[in-house]
């Protein structure tokens, strides 16, 4: 009997150890790995980081906009530029000389300054750039820099060995907002789309509001494992901002 008992309590401890040591694994404290004036890169997973730069604007102040780094085998993609070509040669430096990596793509979500304002910079460097149809149509009428390459609703990239996805779902914000996933990490990239806890509405000058709730909708749909939501502005979460921006522009 006695042996039995040892038997049950090693294997409990065991057990314990096992389920600690794996949650230590899942779970990743952020923290941030360069700060300046014009730019901040944190690390919110293994091999994801938000880049966040800053946009003066007259209806609400100085904003900070979010973008994402996704990484693998020195290699990475970026999810939206900086605001303007400075930040963006800031970044592009922090990620050849710091991380060691090779840019493999940027990809603006839709044609606002916040996405592209520092698109010149990657393009100067040959950094291929990839946007939906709509964006590089809608960058050309507002003579902002244009992406080099275009897709039509759905594209899939390579970074390392790992896929990158980004697709159109609707409008919303814009009628050319996208969306991006990275699938090994269940990372989204929302955009402008997404808003974060508590936000309000924002700037809704290219807005469809009507459609803003039933493209969200589809997103959650898709993507139901996801377990970190980046959006444009603010801070990150989980699918619970997905919920939030459903319920903040559903219409009756």
């Known amino acids: 009997m006695n042996i039995f008992i040892k038997t049950l309590f ?3 401890c ?6 600690c040591s794996s949650q230590k694994k899942i779970d990743f404290k952020p923290k941030g790995i360069y700060k300046t004036n014009d730019l901040v890169v ?16 007259n209806d609400f102040g100085n904003v ?31 990620v050849k000389e710091t991380l060691n990596c090779k840019i493999n793509a940027i990809i603006p979500t839709h044609f606002h300054d916040d996405c592209l ?15 939906y149809f709509k964006t590089i149509e809608l960058a050309r009428e507002n003579k902002y820099e244009i992406p080099k390459n275009s897709f039509d609703n759905s594209i899939t990239l390579k970074v390392g060995t790992k896929n990158v996805s980004v697709k159109f779902f609707g409008e919303g914000h814009t ?34 509001i009507a459609e803003w709730s039933n493209t969200v909708e ?35």
């Open 10 to 12: 090693i294997i409990l």
């Open 14 to 19: 065991f057990t314990i150890f096992s389920s």
């Open 42 to 57: 944190t690390q919110i997973s293994e091999n994801a980081f938000t880049h966040i730069s800053y946009l003066q604007t």
């Open 64 to 94: 900070p906009c979010n973008g994402l780094i996704v990484r693998d085998n020195n290699e990475v993609i970026i999810f939206d530029s900086p605001t303007n070509d400075k930040s963006a040669e800031e970044l592009i430096k922090w």
């Open 117 to 131: 304002g520092g698109l010149k910079a990657f393009n100067n460097h040959n950094i291929p750039s990839y946007a």
């Open 175 to 208: 009628k050319d907002n996208v969306v991006g996933y990275f699938p090994s990490e269940n990372i989204m990239f929302g955009g402008c789309l997404i808003k974060e806890l508590n936000a309000g509405k924002g700037y809704l000058g290219d807005a469809n």
């Open 218 to 252: 589809k997103v959650k749909m898709e993507y139901l494992n996801v377990k970190i939501v980046v959006p444009g502005h603010g801070e990150y979460g989980n699918s619970e901002i997905l919920d939030y921006t459903i319920k903040l522009f559903k219409t009756e």
